[in-house]
């Protein structure tokens, strides 16, 4: 069990501090409306690193559930931040890609755990 939480806690952080240092690092309010490529640049940026979030959490807690966890928790981060502060672009952004890619990178270390058994005798 410790490691599934650890698992839940370094895959989020993953995702959460590579998008504080992206807005913090450029001076970019994530809450109001940017540049269409920063738009772009940072939704690709919280896609890959959403992925990676997914797929380290799997890796240390060697279950699947905790991708699933790690994207409520993106999803929980994003609704509370539209209730907070309005819809905009990042909180949508996070809903309808990033959570996406937190499972996908869950399931691809998943993947690799998993015996290929086409043409096994």
């Avoid at 380290?56 to 209730?83: E, N």
Wanted: hydrophobic share 60%; aromatic share 10%.
């Amino acid at each position: 069990m410790l490691r599934a939480i650890a698992g839940i806690i370094v895959g989020y952080l993953i995702f959460a501090v590579s998008a504080f240092l992206l807005f913090r690092l450029t001076h970019v309010d994530p809450h109001a409306p940017a540049s269409l490529s920063f738009e772009v640049l940072a939704i690709a940026f919280g896609v890959i690193f959403a992925m990676l979030g997914g797929y380290i959490g799997v890796a240390i807690s060697r279950k699947l559930w905790v991708s699933p966890t790690i994207a409520i928790i993106i999803a929980a981060g994003a609704i509370s931040s539209m209730v907070a502060t309005g819809v905009n672009w990042s909180p949508i952004a996070a809903l309808i890609c990033m959570v996406p890619a937190a499972l996908a990178g869950g399931w691809l270390r998943l993947r690799q755990y998993q015996p290929n058994d086409k043409g096994a005798n």
